[in-house]
């Protein structure tokens, strides 16, 4: 029989197949020889449908080669985040330590549905998700407060929109009695706000147009007013902390004042810019975070983790209290009175995987300091590429970077030229560059999540839009 990933003999039994695995990472990666496969979709599908041939085989070819055949041919058809040319998306590369994490929390399988599943795990997941809450807020560390007081709390999502979707959910059952809320965002905000909107069945969310880049208090106070008038009942203003496009932080403060005017609630999607409240330096481009009702935290973003690794944040965990559900197998009344925690009001779903487990170690291998220096080199490196940018005169740079994400154009040229200059370098597997529209125009987006990227990797960069540009 196969061996199993756990038990006595897991050790065991994962070693030999471990060896086999990093193997398989190296020679694909060779195998790549780049941030992504040359030669577009049509020719990776081929090399993936030649590498598996007869998905479900008469006879199995043994772990090894399994392993061998099946990890090389994704690495080998990988756009992989770890190199500094891969820099499109709020994709960032793991850590090594959070990485071996998640192999534990692979080999284990906790489920955090009920406490039978995962004892310990459930236990690490409370004490880590009231300590960021807490981080967040700027509240005591949980140890130090007191235990009645209201504490923050947060739950482990599988990412920024799952958490948004949460937050409006939590809105909507908070102000169930005062009619349909009414959701109102800047247009620089994700796409889940909207969505979830639709997805809640709340009426459509007002969209507030940003030609700025960042939600204007005016526009916003204008926005509420009407909405006051046509649409009486709850509101809910969704800010953002580190836009898609440009990495962009909305006035928090402002908006948070707005929203004590106006009598409404604040959420803010801090997916991309949560953490910058580890670092002491980028902190105060977070003031007004602490104010709203709910936030957005996303940490295989710039927190360095694999996927997934979100978190919804609260002030206090009373307002968890419309999550709460009941079933007898998992959670049954007497069980939850005689001290078994219940975790079916932690999330939506049931079966949940120990995603804390990997936070949990980061933070204890990195500490404090550790993350903040993360944030700090990977900010500095973004104002060191807008440097390079605005003093070459081929390109144009849109604007100083708030946080990691770099907007660009070489020059001249014109959005069609600009597109294809990006899809040729992601086809010929030399960089892989978002896009952005602002200002009216097309721009190429560097999102820099990579803290080890040099300035040498930089210039290669421009090197290579320099050569593409000119062809």
């Given at each position: 029989m196969p061996p199993l990933a756990g038990g006595s003999g897991a050790a065991d039994a994962l070693r030999p197949l471990l060896d086999t695995v990093l193997g398989a990472l190296t020679t694909g990666a060779a195998a790549r020889?780049?941030?992504l496969p040359a030669g577009g979709p049509d020719a990776v599908t081929a090399r993936v449908?030649?590498?598996l041939g007869d998905v479900l085989p008469a006879r199995?070819?043994?772990?090894?080669?399994a392993l061998r055949t099946l990890v090389h041919t994704l690495a080998a058809g990988a756009a992989d985040p770890?190199?500094?040319l891969c820099a499109a998306h709020l994709h960032g590369p793991p850590l090594a330590v959070a990485a071996a994490a998640?192999?534990?929390a692979s080999a284990l399988n906790p489920s955090l549905d009920s406490w039978d599943q995962a004892p310990a795990a459930s236990a690490i997941e409370a004490l880590v998700t009231r300590a960021l809450a807490a981080e967040l807020y700027g509240a005591p560390h949980p140890e130090a407060a007191h235990p009645d007081a209201p504490h923050p709390d947060a739950l482990v999502t599988t990412g920024g929109t799952e958490a948004n979707q949460l937050a409006l959910l939590l809105a909507r059952e908070r102000h169930r009695a005062a009619g349909p809320l009414t959701v109102l965002h800047g247009a620089n905000a994700h796409h889940s706000v909207?969505?979830?909107?639709?997805?809640?069945?709340?009426?459509?969310?007002?969209?507030i147009p940003t030609p700025t880049g960042t939600l204007h208090p005016a526009d916003l106070d204008a926005a509420l007013t009407l909405a006051r008038r046509e649409r009486p009942g709850p509101l809910l203003v969704t800010a953002t902390a580190g836009t898609t496009d440009a990495g962009l932080i909305d006035p928090l403060d402002a908006l948070a004042d707005l929203c004590a005017r106006h009598g409404a609630d604040l959420h803010v999607d801090a997916a991309y810019g949560g953490t910058l409240a580890l670092s002491p330096r980028h902190r105060p481009l977070l003031s007004g975070l602490d104010r709203a009702r709910s936030i957005t935290l996303d940490l295989h973003k710039l927190g360095w983790q694999p996927v997934a690794a979100g978190l919804l944040a609260v002030p206090d965990s009373a307002l968890l209290a419309p999550l709460a559900h009941q079933a007898d197998y998992l959670n049954a009344t007497d069980d939850t009175e005689a001290g078994l925690p219940d975790l079916l009001g932690r999330s939506l779903r049931t079966t949940r995987r120990p995603d804390v487990l990997k936070i949990a170690v980061t933070l204890r291998a990195l500490g404090r300091d550790g993350l903040a220096r993360l944030i700090d080199a990977t900010c500095a490196t973004a104002q060191q590429l807008a440097r390079l940018i605005d003093a070459h005169p081929g390109f144009e740079l849109h604007a100083p970077p708030t946080i990691s994400t770099v907007l660009f154009r070489p020059v001249p040229t014109d959005d069609a030229a600009l597109a294809e200059t990006r899809r040729t370098l992601l086809l010929d597997g030399r960089a892989v560059l978002g896009r952005a529209t602002a200002d009216g125009r097309?721009?190429?987006?560097?999102?820099?999540?990579?803290?080890?990227?040099?300035t040498g990797d930089l210039a290669t960069l421009l090197t290579l839009l320099e050569g593409s540009t000119h062809r």
């Open positions: 020889g780049g941030p449908r030649a590498a199995g070819h043994g772990d090894h080669e770890a190199d500094p998640d192999l534990a909207p969505r979830a909107a639709w997805l809640l069945g709340l009426p459509a969310a007002i969209g097309l721009w190429l987006k560097a999102t820099l999540l990579n803290p080890h990227t040099t």
